[in-house]
């Protein structure tokens, strides 16, 4: 079963305006205040969302997108196939591999969820409030980062002493 406290506890590591919401009143108050606090300003989130039937807007991306294809499968058993085309040559952007994420935008049209609304006055008001503009901008570019390259493991010698 899923517990709001539990999850709160990852949301100070969010760079959205949730994750500041914690860190700023966590500063103000104990842990397990800006704990709960925050546990109920998800639940509250939670409902809206239901009520108007929209996703997240503020989420990450990549494990966004992760949790959709395995709900997706789980539910209809549909598996996307992905990568070139049969026959084309898989061509490196960048040396060393790369990999692609999608915008947010981009995951929802491909789960058929509804598009983000533009954002209101009043959210716009509160990012800059948090600083976290840059990463609703963010939100709706794709993004290339480079594979992590493997570090060759450097085994240690015996001493001949």
């Given at each position: 079963?899923?517990?709001?406290?539990?999850?709160?506890?990852?949301?100070?590591?969010?760079?959205?305006?949730?994750?500041?919401?914690?860190?700023?009143?966590?500063?103000?108050?104990?842990?397990?205040?800006?704990?709960?606090?925050t546990a109920s300003k998800l639940a509250m989130i939670a409902w809206h969302m239901l009520r108007?039937?929209?996703?997240?807007?503020?989420?990450?991306?990549?494990?966004?997108?992760?949790?959709?294809?395995?709900?997706?499968?789980?539910?209809?058993?549909?598996?996307?196939?992905?990568?070139?085309?049969?026959?084309?040559?898989?061509?490196?952007?960048?040396?060393?591999?790369?990999?692609?994420?999608?915008?947010?935008?981009?995951?929802?049209?491909?789960?058929?969820?509804?598009?983000?609304?533009?954002?209101?006055?009043?959210?716009?008001?509160?990012?800059?409030?948090?600083?976290?503009?840059?990463?609703?901008?963010?939100?709706?570019?794709?993004?290339?980062?480079?594979?992590?390259?493997?570090?060759?493991?450097?085994?240690?010698?015996?001493?001949?002493d």
């Amino acid at each position: 079963m899923w517990h709001p406290d539990t999850a709160t506890q990852q949301i100070r590591l969010h760079p959205g305006p949730l994750g500041h919401f914690f860190r700023r009143l966590k500063q103000r108050k104990n842990h397990n205040v800006a704990v709960v606090a925050t546990a109920s300003k998800l639940a509250m989130i939670a409902w809206h969302m239901l009520r108007t039937n929209e996703p997240y807007r503020y989420a990450i991306p990549r494990s966004t997108e992760t949790k959709l294809v395995r709900l997706r499968v789980r539910a209809t058993g549909e598996i996307r196939r992905s990568g070139p085309a049969k026959g084309a040559k898989a061509v490196a952007i960048l040396p060393g591999g790369s990999r692609t994420i999608k915008s947010l935008d981009r995951i929802y049209a491909a789960e058929e969820l509804p598009p983000r609304q533009p954002l209101t006055a009043g959210e716009q008001r509160v990012l800059q409030a948090t600083e976290s503009v840059s990463f609703v901008a963010d939100l709706a570019h794709d993004r290339l980062v480079p594979r992590k390259m493997k570090t060759p493991r450097v085994e240690e010698q015996p001493s001949t002493d």
